[in-house]
Nanobody
């Protein structure tokens, strides 16, 4: 079974840093674009950053210069380095990929718009 498992969330003071990780587990063949999204209480889920399989990145304006997304294709893992955190960054952070391909029974299958379970980030003032 394919899973995206996030880790690295927690409680941090304003101005601090956290590094989130999202590892894909299972018989992975390939992963397309990976990204981080977040959802604060009472708000809609929003894009934070994405990174293509080739390493091209895209950031939401509110994190530019503070957050950095990266990936290790050999480890099927995407990271989000978050610096200069603000209380308004408090949210559940979700990992996503638009397509993940995996092996099963000698065949390759596709999963689209696949999500992890989320990790809580809380920034205190």
């Amino acid at each position: 079974q394919v899973q995206l498992v996030e880790s690295g969330g927690g409680l941090v003071q304003a101005g601090g840093s956290l590094r989130l990780s999202c590892a894909a587990s299972g018989s992975i063949f390939s992963i397309n674009t990976m990204g981080w999204y977040r959802q604060a209480p009472g708000k809609q889920r929003e894009l934070v950053a994405t990174i293509s399989s080739g390493g091209s990145t895209n950031y939401a304006d509110f994190v530019k210069g503070r957050f950095t997304i990266s990936r290790d294709n050999a480890k099927n893992t995407v990271y989000l380095q978050m610096n200069s955190l603000k209380p308004e960054d408090t949210a559940v952070y979700y990992c996503n990929t638009d397509r993940i391909r995996y092996w099963r029974g000698g065949r390759v299958y596709d999963l689209y718009d696949y999500w992890g379970q989320g990790t809580q980030v809380t920034v205190s003032s």
